[in-house]
């Protein structure tokens, strides 16, 4: 009994040695698992959405909050677990965190309502939260020199590639063929096994002594992003017919400039503020905050987005939307690995620079999407989009800890992190703000081509009520009225797809900016020497 005792003590569990290379591994590999799991939970849920809206009655007004509370949320309780790591131990936050997430996985499974499905993603966020930057930085405790670099390529590209691809497959799988709640079962189930492989192989680090958690800044901090979320995501909502004057909209302006001002002033007078701001004093780190930041709406947001738009304007089946989004994250391991070796022989710089490059062009590219894209369209820019994000996200980390002192690099690490996950929950939401804004100038448009008395148009509708014709059931209607309500359905789904492609568009311009931004920086620290403290 002592010796079992022994072999799982938490503080240095006894089952393998420390130095034993199999312990690291399979260390390694459970928190790989536990990633992989946090990123099926938002890959699955995306894909298999619109059954969870049929289901539980959600208007589409309010669809936009369900994944995007889930990424909020992720990126808000970074500052938190960076904090709590250092105070009480890494491995107590990893698995306090993992225990979080599963449990918002299994309650999420069994919401009734929408408000209880916010309410327990926003608890799987959290909980993945926590294990997010603590993953990171347990692994580098645990490897080191050649092995610790291999660790992180191996946790980079299999934890989140992994992830999308596992993560798409399983929710086209499950949207298709299986109920929407079991997949949220399967997260929680897969955790379970996780949670006994950290108690047994991950050992307890020490704890730093730490000032008072900063409230104050991160309740600000909450404010910002939860109004900022607010305001892109309702502020063209249909019930919000004043759109950027309304009430709403003056409400979110006030909080989330009262919010930075007074996180401001306080960041003056604190001892040990939440977020070092003066970091953002280096050139380096601000500038890759900026990129990780639209990289991530690449990442997460413009993933989302597809995925609705391929199920609502290409009708595409779920099975088929996990195959297609599973190649965004094939590209993505690939080119992730294929960035670890191009900084050994290109400038970090122009490899970052290459990354965004790739992501300009699949932006721009989806401009000329139409109804009768095929799925080798859309396939391509998934391929450029994934070797974008994979070949600019890990020289961006890097670029963004150039430089940067030891006793502020987990600081810097924590807000690049942070950039990236806001990123990603505000992309969704900015691109569906453009579409919204663009679909009636596109609609209005289709609108002023048609003329009812053009013959070659009543030819059209000739033929295509012919074709409706020969259904069987026409549900009480004339072939006439049936071929027209396709034809306005036609029209309805190439404005809304155009409206889309706008968003692209801008942000490819938007990419543009940074590539020049990117290579200015190359050119000016070209003769000075890359460090990076560790």
Not at 291 to 311: D, I, N, Q, R, Y
Request: hydrophobic share 50%; aromatic share 14%; net charge positive.
């Amino acid at each position: 009994m002592q010796g079992i005792k022994e072999k799982l003590n938490w503080v240095q569990p006894a089952i393998l040695p420390k130095e034993s290379l199999l312990r690291k591994f399979i260390l390694l590999t459970s928190i790989i698992l536990v990633n992989i799991i946090i990123i099926v939970e938002l890959m699955a849920s995306s894909i298999s959405m619109s059954i969870t809206q049929g289901y539980l009655a959600i208007d589409d007004t309010k669809t936009v909050w369900i994944d995007n509370t889930f990424l909020l949320f992720l990126g808000m309780s970074v500052p938190v677990a960076i904090y709590t790591s250092r105070k009480y131990g890494y491995k107590i936050m990893f698995f306090l965190g993992l225990s979080i997430f599963s449990t918002g996985c299994i309650f999420t499974g069994l919401s009734t309502s929408f408000y209880e499905l916010i309410v327990f993603r926003a608890l799987a966020g959290i909980g993945g939260g926590l294990v997010f930057p603590v993953s990171l930085a347990v692994i580098k405790r645990a490897f080191e020199g050649s092995l610790q670099r291999m660790a992180l390529s191996i946790y980079v590209g299999v934890g989140f590639g992994g992830g999308f691809i596992i993560g798409a497959l399983l929710g086209g799988f499950y949207g298709q063929a299986l109920e929407w709640r079991e997949v949220h079962y399967l997260c929680f189930s897969l955790a379970i096994p996780s949670l006994f492989l950290i108690s047994a192989f991950m050992y307890e680090t020490q704890k730093y002594p730490t000032h008072k958690f900063d409230f104050l800044t991160f309740i600000c901090f909450a404010i910002f992003l939860v109004s900022t979320l607010t305001l892109l995501s309702q502020v063209k909502a249909p019930w919000n017919t004043e759109g950027f004057r309304s009430s709403l909209a003056w409400g979110c302006y006030i909080s989330m400039f009262l919010s930075q001002v007074v996180m401001l002033i306080w960041y003056r007078y604190s001892k040990a503020p939440l977020f070092e701001i003066s970091l953002f004093k280096n050139v380096n780190f601000c500038v890759a905050c900026v990129c990780m930041a639209f990289v991530g709406v690449m990442f997460f947001g413009a993933t989302l987005v597809v995925v609705s738009l391929m199920e609502k304007v290409f009708g595409y089946e779920r099975l088929k939307i996990g195959y297609m989004i599973a190649i965004f994250g094939v590209s993505f391991v690939i080119s992730g690995a294929l960035s670890s070796a191009l900084v050994r022989f290109i400038n970090l710089y122009f490899v970052v620079a290459l990354g965004l490059l790739a992501l300009c062009v699949s932006s721009f590219l989806t401009h000329s999407l139409t109804l009768i894209s095929s799925p080798n369209d859309i396939a391509i820019l998934l391929i450029l989009r994934g070797c974008g994000v994979g070949l600019s996200l890990g020289p961006l980390t890097a670029m963004a800890l150039r430089n940067i002192p030891d006793d502020l690099t987990g600081q810097a690490a924590a807000l690049a992190t942070i950039f990236r996950q806001v990123g990603g929950a505000f992309g969704s939401s900015a691109i569906s703000l453009v579409a919204v804004v663009r679909n009636a100038f596109h609609t209005a448009r289709f609108g002023e081509q048609i003329n009812p008395y053009s013959p070659q148009l009543q030819n059209y509708f000739r033929k295509l009520a012919f074709e409706v014709g020969k259904g069987e059931s026409l549900e009480g209607l004339s072939s006439a009225e049936v071929s027209k309500s396709y034809f306005i359905e036609n029209l309805k789904g190439q404005s809304l797809l155009l409206s889309f492609n706008d968003a692209f568009y801008l942000f490819g311009w938007i990419f543009i900016a940074l590539i020049l931004l990117v290579v200015t920086m190359a050119l000016i620290n070209k003769n000075k020497p890359f460090t990076l403290n560790k």
